[in-house]
């Protein structure tokens, strides 16, 4: 849900530190939603600003889904727009008085959001990325989950888990009897995902149940206190 804060609200609760969820738009088989980035996204940064009082934004639905061209309902835009489009929304937030941005990527392949952080860190701390793969290394064990990140690469018992917890209507029955294992993607960036599914899902989505979606999120929240004390110390 995007934020319905008022302008007062933000008033009152002064954060110094900002989230924005960075999603995308591109096929997740024919059981998840297109926009099941920008939902894995936009969830994850809901729970973390609300558990610590952050400035909640709205997400960036577009991204870098190049790899996913081919496939139905895929919309892509370039990475030195991502690059544009964050930039012009940090100096927004330093002129309100935030100098502190958490980017929320909830899609791999936006690889252009470390650049991001790391240039903007040269001087300082001052863009946090979330969640890294400790973290979603560790949700895994702590959701029980039976793949790991490698082999549970799209539309998988990761995020059929989270959606199945947070908006399982959007979850249709067929992610029950749709694996696919494609553990050796040597060519990725040469062949995108048509090079190595048909479905457009490697994974086991039929690990997935709400359950392990809700521990999931439960450890990420937890998780991410440690990042947050080291960008604004």
């Known amino acids: 849900m995007i934020t319905v804060a008022t302008s007062t609200d933000e008033a009152k609760r002064g954060a110094r530190v900002a989230v924005l969820p960075v999603g995308s738009f591109e096929q997740h088989g024919d059981y998840l939603p297109l926009a099941t ?10 729970r973390i600003a609300q558990r610590y009082d952050l400035f909640l934004l709205p ?6 889904s190049h790899e996913h061209e081919g496939f139905a309902g895929t919309v892509s835009i370039s990475a030195q727009t991502v690059i544009a489009v964050v930039a012009d929304v940090r100096a927004s937030l330093v002129r309100s008085g935030i100098t502190k941005l958490v980017l929320i990527n909830g899609h791999g392949g936006n690889y252009v959001l470390s650049n991001i952080a790391q240039e903007a860190n040269v001087t300082g701390p001052a863009v946090a990325l979330f969640p890294g793969a400790p973290d979603i290394a560790a949700a895994r064990t702590a959701a029980g989950m039976m793949s790991n990140a490698h082999e549970d690469m799209h539309a998988g018992e990761w995020e059929t888990s989270i959606l199945l917890h947070t908006h399982p209507k959007l979850v249709r029955d067929t992610h ?7 553990s050796d993607r040597s060519h990725l960036h040469l062949l995108g995902m048509a090079g190595y599914t048909k479905t457009g899902v490697i994974g086991q989505p039929s690990q997935a149940t709400a359950g392990k979606g809700e521990r999931a999120l439960d450890s990420l929240t937890w998780s991410f206190s440690a990042l947050l004390n080291a960008l604004v110390e």
């Not at 980035?37 to 809901?46: F, K």
């Not at 029950?176 to 494609?182: E, G, N």
């Open 176 to 182: 029950t009897s749709a694996d696919h294992d494609a």
């Open 37 to 46: 980035d920008t939902i894995v996204a936009q969830v994850i940064a809901e």
């Open 59 to 64: 997400p960036i639905t577009l991204s870098c």
